[in-house]
């Protein structure tokens, strides 16, 4: 029987082994790790590198529990009590304007009432948009959904295009990819089927991003094309600031400021009403920041 | 007797005359304009200068009107009718990390209804803080409220420290400055004197700032103050995507994007978890990010 210590626990174990995957991906960084305690109860350990291709990334992992903040539950739409909360939380920013940033939450969410639910996702933000590799990423994440249920890549792919979208800019964050919260016996699963899939998203992500990091951590760029990647790492910056629920909460109720900015680029540019030329790579990648884009067809 | 439209023409006059002044002072960058128009009504002429030493600069001017959407007069707490908004607002960023970053903005609003109020202030974010700059800053501003009311300076030097806060980095923006909004014939002047006021906060934006531009930006700097720089104009970031009111809200009631972002810096650095060495400039700077320090004693 699963119980909150154990999920817990394989949180703990997926981020080490996340880690360990990263590391060799790479072949230079180390993660340097912070471990933290929260005043009201539990805690974490923040990890991040900074490596030859990952030139920031964070991957963290927390364990909190108390009694709950009244701004929190009024938030959440539930009622008062303690809650229990754990997850893994990750953004990785690449040298190579080539490889895309990648971002992959896996949660789980209890109160002393018997309340629970499982959240996640993991999306995708090329700075320049690839098909083929837009294809292979949904192609990755469908195949993890579709072992555990036939609606889950549908819903779970709009919920991540309908999330993850700068209002206003009217452009998608980058390709997206699934996203989903408040996963509970009502999906017609069992508690122990949830937690099998949200395993498996956490487990897919290394295998998936390290494919696309291979690939592209040297390929060559030009200065124009590093200076987009900037621009991009900015809109980034605006997503996270700005819409980004997660972010905002956790910075208006006293998160762990260092660990939720762990999503910031190292370096990031803005350019007063910068306009790609027509017809240009930069060009395609915004018209392609759209929602509903079908990549598995 | 003044009416809307002599306000909106004098901003418009503002706006050149500061255009202007900046130019001389930069020696080399020249304002950009883009003019726009509003759906609902009205539009503005959004200025960008990229000098040699205002690294990135924006001075906007704009008057809209039309029906209040719904959105803005519940959150203004207000009722619903015919709105009228004019102002100019202004952030620069210097290149040379021994000049601050400063940010002006003065506005007036009516409603059809009758109902009416200017605002506005400046406030100064100096990368490495100078006490003595910090206080001819704030003498140049008390000299120009303590001239039209004794509450003024007081009053809006404390609204400046509370609302140029970032409470997720427990930090003020910088040395703030001072901060005022919906004075109108309950602070005991007419709307003559009122206007009397925000026009000479207006006027003193230009001379304060470049007093501060000409003493720093041929200031030698090394390598390490440079990358201080940077990350502070992060924190600029986090303060206008996360707490700004104006920010947030003109990003989500459809403002002009590239208007409101002009005041992103040009870069801007992130590095997890940063810590100044003990007794260094950049530590004393952070010791000062303070609200009710007294910079006029």
Not at 45 to 61: D, P
Not at 105 to 119: I, Q
Not at 127 to 155: G, N
Not at 182 to 203: H, I, M, P, S
Request: charged letters at 25%.
């Amino acid at each position: 029987m699963i119980n909150k210590e154990n999920i817990a626990e394989y949180f703990k174990q997926l981020q080490d082994s996340i880690c360990a995957q990263l590391e060799k991906g790479d072949g230079q960084g180390i993660f340097q790790e912070d471990q933290w305690t929260r005043e009201g109860g539990g805690g974490g350990r923040s990890r991040v590198i900074m490596g030859e291709h990952i030139a920031k990334g964070g991957v963290n992992f927390s364990a909190v529990h108390g009694p709950m903040p009244e701004k929190i539950s009024n938030a959440l739409k539930i009622e008062a009590g303690s809650f229990f909360a754990t997850g893994v939380s990750i953004v990785l920013h690449p040298d190579n304007p080539w490889v895309p940033i990648i971002h992959m939450n896996v949660r789980y969410f209890e109160m002393d009432n018997g309340l629970w639910w499982f959240g996640g996702g993991i999306d995708l933000t090329p700075h320049f948009i690839v098909k083929e590799e837009a294809r292979f990423f949904h192609q990755q994440l469908k195949s993890v959904c579709d072992r555990h249920h036939p609606d889950f890549y549908p819903r779970f792919k709009k919920w991540a295009d309908d999330y993850f979208f700068l209002k206003h800019r009217d452009e998608t964050r980058g390709v997206g990819g699934i996203f989903f919260d408040r996963l509970n016996e009502k999906e017609g699963l069992t508690k122990e089927a949830l937690f099998d899939f949200v395993k498996e998203v956490g487990e897919a992500f290394a295998p998936v991003y390290l494919a696309l990091l291979e690939k592209n951590k040297d390929r060559a760029y030009t200065d124009s094309e590093k200076k987009w990647q900037l621009l991009r790492r900015g809109r980034y910056v605006e997503f996270n600031l700005v819409w980004d629920k997660g972010t905002k909460f956790g910075l208006d109720t006293n998160g762990r400021t260092e660990s939720i900015l762990m999503s910031m680029p190292p370096h990031a540019d803005w350019v007063y009403n910068y306009q790609p030329a027509p017809d240009s790579k930069e060009a395609e990648t915004l018209s392609l920041l759209k929602k509903n884009i079908n990549w598995c067809s």
